[in-house]
């Protein structure tokens, strides 16, 4: 007796601009940032500012694509307070004509675990994280020109991108 089993496919979305507090993507998705915030500027993932604590899980393999030709594109964009964002081989990919932020961490004690073999692009800043947040990432790489590859504020704050990570820039 011959079988033939037939696995189910995964068939990744194209998704726009992410904005909530609870965001939850599938595996493979693609976000293209179509929508901008409150002063104009193309995002592709979002969660609001204030108290209310998001949580935002972009699962395996997640692609954020945001290319503003006129302003300022943003990644992912965490401000609500207790936030959290997971992921695992994420891609975030920014380009803006006056500036651009791959990941911004400002809400205050967030926490982003970024798994294992994220990359993040940008024409500007890579990664700015404080308020006392957290992120941790192993074989994780940041690749930006003109900006910061990683800037670090404030007390409490904390990075820990684990082995085989690497920061390429080249701006400062």
Excluded: C, W
């Excluded at 395996?60 to 503003?68: A, K, Y």
């Amino acid at each position: 007796m011959n079988a033939i089993i037939f696995s189910p496919l995964l068939i990744a979305a194209d998704l726009g601009s992410q904005n909530g507090t609870n965001i939850t993507i599938s595996d493979g998705d693609r976000i293209t940032g179509d929508t901008a915030d409150p002063s104009g500027n193309l995002y592709g993932v979002m969660t609001p500012a204030g108290n209310t604590p998001g949580n935002i899980n972009l699962g395996n393999d997640v692609t954020v694509n945001v290319n503003d030709a006129s302003g300022y594109a943003k990644g992912i964009i965490i401000q609500g307070k207790n936030s959290s964002l997971t992921a695992n081989r994420l891609t975030v990919d920014v380009v803006g004509q006056t500036s651009a932020i791959g990941i911004n961490l400002i809400g205050d004690y967030t926490h982003a675990d970024l798994g294992t073999g994220s990359t993040i692009k940008s024409n500007d800043d890579g990664i700015i994280i404080g308020h006392s947040s957290t992120l941790t990432a192993t074989q994780f790489t940041i690749e930006n020109s003109n900006g910061t590859g990683l800037t670090i504020n404030d007390y409490g704050t904390s990075v820990d991108l684990g082995s085989g990570s690497k920061i390429k820039t080249d701006g400062s």
